[in-house]
């Protein structure tokens, strides 16, 4: 899939007109996009994992994204060729837990270099409140750079996850919406592009220092800019920032479970509107890849603004940002107004 998106329009035509003589085609656009058939070929899941691919692998390879833009990664269900186009891949970074589809289609695909970016950090259950840090994990980045030595040690991870992984037992799979989680996948990522192309793996390990900085910069930001707040508690309709809350002190109140379509139930509405009151929480936030109906309607009858706060699972024209680092800084900008920054 990722070749033929390099292909005109017009060659797509005369492909199907010629059926096999679509392959010559392919070719023939690899040597005018200039030499594009000496990259490595990846596929990354949704936008998170092609975030990373792009920025550490830099002009040594051509990313194709399974999640189009403005498509809730939760829901996709992958076309043929899609499934076609994963085991043509040389690479294939993906999220387990977060789109099952993908799980599946990678498992069958045959890849080589297939690298799960849960098996680079530790996943939480944040169904409960969660507390303390381990930051020592750039060390389990290890052998699990080609991916399946890494999926059956971290199978426990999981168990129970896609759209359930809301329940008791089911691992938190958002770790990009921390900074600091985020770095550590990079690492690993960084150090799996090494070995899966070597001629390049100079600059696969500048550029992985590179966007680890900038990881680190956007860190700080969130920790300095968030230490002091009138409130720590923050209510939004996708439980997706439980490693974000936990990383800086703060409070996820979800209207919902991780999964963004969950109905709240109206105990749980009950229960917001005490938590609002008492923690003096200002706004019900939304996404922008999701419904905003039940924000809305919280936010009425509790007397609170409304506002975005992104899980970044997708980047549209509707996104406060054009890549990661832009979002999060907008992200850290509405948690500022609505915690009541000083």
């Not at 085991?87 to 890849?111: N, R």
């Not at 700080?220 to 939004?236: P, S, V």
């Amino acid at each position: 899939m990722n070749v033929r998106r390099l292909i005109p329009t017009t060659a797509v035509a005369g492909a199907v007109v010629l059926g096999l003589t679509a392959l010559s085609a392919c070719s023939t656009s690899d040597a005018a996009d200039g030499g594009n058939g000496d990259k490595l070929k990846v596929t990354a899941s949704f936008y998170p994992m092609q975030f990373l691919a792009e920025k550490i692998g830099g002009e040594h390879v051509t990313v194709t994204s399974l999640t189009k833009p403005g498509v809730e990664p939760h829901d996709l269900e992958l076309t043929p060729r899609q499934i076609g186009s994963i085991s043509e891949s040389d690479y294939v970074l993906y999220l387990k837990g977060i789109q099952p589809a993908v799980d599946d289609a990678i498992k069958q695909s045959g890849v080589k270099n297939t690298v799960d970016a849960a098996t680079l950090t530790t996943l939480e259950n944040h169904g409960a409140e969660v507390s303390g840090h381990d930051h020592g994990h750039e060390e389990e980045a290890h052998e699990d750079e080609h991916g399946h030595e890494g999926e059956e040690a971290h199978e426990e991870h999981s168990e129970g996850d896609g759209h359930n992984h809301g329940e008791e037992g089911g691992a938190d799979p958002h770790i990009w919406l921390d900074p600091v989680k985020y770095a550590e996948v990079a690492k690993g990522v960084g150090k799996s592009l090494e070995k899966a192309d070597p001629d390049h793996a100079a600059d696969y390990k500048k550029n992985t220092e590179a966007l680890v900085g900038e990881l680190n910069k956007l860190n700080t930001a969130y920790e300095t800019g968030l230490k002091n707040t009138a409130t720590k508690t923050f209510i939004t309709t996708h439980s997706a920032f439980g490693y974000l809350a936990e990383r800086y002190g703060l409070t996820q109140q979800g209207i919902a479970g991780i999964d963004p379509e969950a109905e709240p139930t109206p105990a749980r509405i009950q229960e917001l509107h005490t938590v609002a009151e008492k923690e003096k929480a200002t706004t019900v936030f939304f996404e922008t890849l999701a419904s905003d109906r039940t924000a809305k309607t919280l936010a009425k009858d509790t007397g609170l603004k409304t506002d975005v706060l992104d899980p970044l699972e997708g980047i549209t024209k509707k996104s406060k940002g054009a890549d990661y680092i832009e979002v999060m800084e907008s992200n850290l900008a509405a948690l500022q107004k609505a915690l009541g920054a000083k």
